[in-house]
């Protein structure tokens, strides 16, 4: 059974910063990519950022240069650290991961950017 937990969400300025975590528990940490994905109210679920198992990262052209996906394999974690926050990045953020065949997702965490 694959579990993953965010957390680190919140209220923050524009131009702030937050780093999100996610910790999974389960077999497939370590030998597969992980992603954040985030979900404004009234949007669909968009896809954030990926991190390979071997450490490549691949972001959405919208966060590209103001967010770093990293993962910390011996802690079974992968982080978000998002920077140079606008409003429009307030979402719930989402941390997934495929397994074969099926998908696990965390409960997700808020973030919210004020003008």
């Known amino acids: 059974q694959v579990q993953l937990v965010e957390s680190g969400g919140g209220l923050v300025q524009a131009g702030g910063s937050l780093r999100l975590s996610c910790a999974a528990s389960g077999s497939l940490f370590s030998a597969n990519a992980m992603d954040w994905y985030r979900q404004a109210p009234g949007n669909q679920r968009e896809w954030v950022a990926t991190?390979?198992?071997?450490?490549?990262?691949n972001y959405a052209d919208s966060v590209k240069g103001r967010f770093t996906i990293s993962r910390d394999n011996t802690k079974a974690t992968v982080y978000l650290q998002m920077n140079s926050l606008k409003p429009e990045d307030t979402a719930v953020y989402y941390c997934?991961?495929?397994?074969?065949?099926?998908?696990?997702w965390g409960r997700g965490t808020q973030v919210t950017v004020s003008s």
């Open positions: 991190i390979a198992s071997g450490g490549s990262t």
């Open positions: 997934h991961v495929k397994g074969g065949l099926y998908h696990y």
